[in-house]
């Protein structure tokens, strides 16, 4: 049985296509496109899916769509009618796009589909679970729980903004909802807007911002109580209500009122193109304790309702690192498992999950290895002669190393040497993090190494943190981590052991000057508070990233990368080597690693690269 799923027409569309309940491909529509948070129909991905899968669309069993759009419908015209007359603009403006087309939504969709083949639109079987239905499936059946509680929040989906449910074999039971307006991922978005960065985008921008703030201020706390007198009132089950004399997103075209929420906090909206200050890093902080607080709460109402030992995570919140960190250390449940994909894109994977399992009523066969996901890496994956063709036609100029072992111990000490690397092997990563398939990397003992990065290869905020990946064997060395952390979804801090003295005034410097402090022996992925969002690499799941951290740790002692994902600003992550390659030159990495082959920036043709136009990627 073949089912493709498919999430679209908000943020982030994907598709996935699973066999037999086997995920077998899964990608992201921008990585096609090269248009960050594409949200078209995802017929490249569609493409691409069926094609892995050796599938035509005719052999499908179902195209299941990831959330009911009549149901959105109906929640768009009560909130309009219960906040009348507000919101009449923002009504008028968007009647004709959902009475045009997302009304019709399976006509758009069979006609979308024709574009990527032609097949026989009568035997085509289109599902539409619920939105929340879709994250929890994601969450629950690739895990490798046989019963397990299931959490998800996010913005909004039809009505619900987050769900706690319980998964048991094949079924999934939707225990207790919150329904929108009040969400706390919204709340999270309020003030993403607030704090100068995009809505949908930016929000990982905040959690970076937020250790930037001053614990012991006596503004967080004023800011704190502000959230929570004015903004927010938090239940002792997670629930929340959120006050919407201050929220626009409702019935309005932006998220705040403006003007309410100055008088509140006492500065106005932050400009994307203003520096950054104390007071912004401040409010940043406040609303991540906030946020923290709520997710704690939520999920120790899980652990309440299911009595199980087990919790899975899916929706944009989950990709909150810091909150799912503080819910592992809380010890509220024994083992946590959280989606890769967890935002809207893993809605197409949940979907078709959710189809399989629920609809078709087919069993379900529980994982005995880490989970059912290979790692995340279910994307696309190119030969050694797509690598060649792909360099030729760029005029590049490469070596190919034929044993792996030797290019690893070759690229372990171009890195030990404090050269950046592109780093391009196997299969795409499906979700928004690089896995060590198509990641950027660096040696994480050097000073000037997070500056670098940020400044002179992802042409992004001096302020963002990068990420360690890990030898899974050896994370408790370095970082106060009992448990796997594949997908790059747990923050904790690193280990006391190699943790450096800062001055005792350390947290009332100015933002800036505590960046430039050294607080680790592996500054490059130590974020201001001493944390770090860490991957544990394991040679299950990607032997040839496994191997190269070997190589790297017999070479230096440290068995650990910096790794961030290949792109720069406003850029999806690479899919092909053309994509790697362009850029590769288009920023000041010095070496590219593809499948085995090798390319040194010093010997590359830079005229004849140079001839062509750089691209230029909106901010994100």
Known sequence: MKILGISAFYHDSAAAIIEDGKIIAAAQEERFTRKKHDSSFPKNAVAFC?????????????????DKPLLKFERLLETYYNFAPKGLRSFIMAMPVWLKEKLFL????????????????????LLFPEHHLSHAASAFYPSPFEESAILTIDGVGEWATASIGLGKGKSIKILK?????????LLYSACTYWLGFRVNSGEYKLMGLAPYGNPN?????????????????I??????????????????????????????????????????????????FAIQQVTEEVVYKMAAHARELTGCPNLVLAGGVALNCVSNGKIMHAKIFDKIWIQPAAGDAGGALGAAQAAYHLHFKKERIVSTKADDMLGSYLGPTYSDQDIELSFKKQKAVYKKVENFDALATEVAGVLADGNVVGWFQGRMEFGPRALGNRSILGDARNEEMQLKLNLKIKYRESFRPFAPSVLAESASKYFDLDEPSPYMLLVTDVDNSIKKEVPT????????????????????????????RVQTVHPETNERYHKLLQAFEEKTGIGLLVNTSFNVRGEPIVCT????????????MDFLVVGNYILDKRVQDKAAFGERPREVFAAD
């Open 217 to 233: 201020s006596e503004e967080v706390q004023r800011f704190v109580k502000i959230i929570k007198e004015h903004l927010v009132e």
């Open 505 to 532: 005034n350390y947290n009332e410097l100015p933002m800036m000057e505590r960046l430039y402090v050294s607080r680790s022996k592996i500054p490059a992925i130590t974020h201001i508070d001493f944390s770090a």
């Open 235 to 284: 239940k002792e089950d997670g629930s929340i209500w959120l006050n919407q004399a201050y929220f626009n997103y409702a019935t309005g075209l932006k998220m705040v009122y403006d003007d309410k929420w100055e008088k509140l906090f006492g500065f106005g909206r932050r400009d994307e193109k203003n520096p950054l200050e104390q007071k912004h890093c401040n409010l940043a």
């Open 106 to 125: 399976k006509n758009m969709i069979r006609k979308a589909l024709e574009e990527v083949e032609p097949f026989d639109t009568k035997k085509l079987t």
């Open 50 to 66: 069926l094609k892995y899968a050796g599938a035509s669309i005719d052999e499908l069993d179902a195209v299941v769509f990831y």
């Open 177 to 185: 909802e919150l329904q929108f307006p009040n969400s706390v991922g």
């Open 577 to 588: 080597p053309e994509d790697a390659f362009r850029c590769f030159m288009n920023t000041e």
